[in-house]
């Protein structure tokens, strides 16, 4: 606009006034500034913008203003202008990350150390070495990791916990794991668990125990990826075992004297893949041992987030069906137990040319399982 001088004594002198908004170069060499100051160029001249200048106009002609006092607002007006123009450049970019859930490091790692504070304090000390080397892991990785997994960047603090735990994979080794695809599906869903494991613990990993095969060795903390095709091509599948009895003696007992003798000294995840083969009778089974074991954890002392359990199913055996709706049913192991009843190994199938969408839901199963007790 141009501001007359004439009532200021220049007759002849006018100044063009610019509250310099942005421009309105190309779309294709716009940048965000001048985007925004388009948008606002556009409002001022909408329908609201000219109800309000007319308000605002009203108010003032109501006023026995001087030629100063309309100098003075001039002046107001263009400072107003200036401050404000000054103030929504500084504020844009952190409401377009707001506004589009995008994260800062420094935000990822606060979002991670209050996780810890709240739900692993039990195992964790502020300054801990394993908890600062994850969360900076999780800064400087966020953005790679939603990419790799396809996961929200709002769970990545999430996926960084996960790196805290104990990862510890029972797979079902018995015969019927050899019908359908059921083998390929445990064996890639487990290469996927321990590439989760350490996504942002690049000295995790995680343990693997079978319902039998005694000979194989060496399969606590596997960190190498290697390592672990090696051992899942060692499992021979013919077993005749069930879910309840492997799970509890060789990891609930184990676990449950760790507890007992104040060395369960981080918390656990266990990953059961299985068939789902199983009995009426093995499900109420599998349930008390569960409810045995939490409140072993209980009586020492070993509360909330301790030890979680997922439970996850191959294969489209009907009987499957029903023994995951028992133990999801059971309410005094809600806490302790979370059923993923989808099949694994269609799964693998459905996702061969988007395995990084795979993962990512994997890795929701195990946030699942994390939130349980912080309910």
């Given amino acids: 606009m141009d501001l007359k001088l004439s009532e200021y004594g220049y007759a002849n002198l006018t100044v063009p006034i610019t509250v310099n908004i942005g421009t309105l170069p190309t779309l294709a060499s716009r940048g965000l500034t001048a985007q925004f100051g388009a948008f606002i160029s556009a409002y001022l001249s909408s329908s609201k913008a000219l109800e309000a200048n007319a308000a605002l106009e009203a108010a003032l002609a ?70 600062n080397r994850v969360i900076r892991a999780a800064a400087e990785k966020c953005d790679e990791l939603v990419e790799e997994f396809g996961i929200e960047q709002e769970l990545v603090p999430k996926l960084a916990q996960i790196g805290l735990y104990d990862l510890i ?86 676990l449950a004297h760790k507890a007992q003798n104040c060395q369960l000294e981080s918390p656990t995840i266990i990953v059961v893949i299985t068939d789902g083969g199983a009995s009426s009778e093995e499900a109420v089974a599998l349930a008390n041992n569960i409810e045995a074991f939490k409140a072993s954890l209980q009586a020492n002392h070993y509360t909330g987030p301790a030890v979680s359990i997922l439970l996850c199913r191959v294969g489209t055996d009907p009987a499957a069906d029903e023994f995951l709706r028992q133990l999801e049913q059971n309410a005094n192991i809600q806490d302790t137990l979370v059923c993923c009843r989808d099949d694994l190994s269609a799964k693998m199938v459905q996702h061969a040319d988007d395995s990084g969408k795979y993962t990512g839901e994997l890795s929701k199963l195990l946030m699942d399982a994390l939130d349980l007790q912080s309910k």
């Fill in 169 to 254: 994979v029972l797979c079902d080794d018995s015969g019927s794991m050899n019908a359908e695809n059921r083998i390929a599906g445990l064996k890639d869903a487990v290469l996927r668990f321990h590439k989760i494991a350490t996504a942002v613990n690049s000295e995790g990993g995680l343990s693997l125990c079978c319902f039998d095969n005694p000979s194989l060795t060496g399969l606590d903390n596997i960190t190498s990826e290697e390592t672990l095709i090696q051992k899942l091509n060692e499992i021979q599948f013919n077993t005749g075992y069930g879910v309840p009895t492997p799970l509890m003696e060789k990891i609930l007992k184990p």
């Fill in 62 to 131: 109501a006023e026995p203003l001087s030629t100063y006092s309309r100098h003075l607002i001039n002046q107001v007006i263009q400072e107003i202008a200036d401050e404000s123009a000054a103030s929504l450049a500084s504020e844009l970019l952190s409401k377009i990350k707001t506004k589009l859930g995008i994260t800062g490091a420094k935000e990822v790692e606060d979002n991670v150390a209050n996780l810890v504070k709240e739900r692993l304090g039990a195992f964790f000390q502020a300054g801990d070495e394993r908890v």
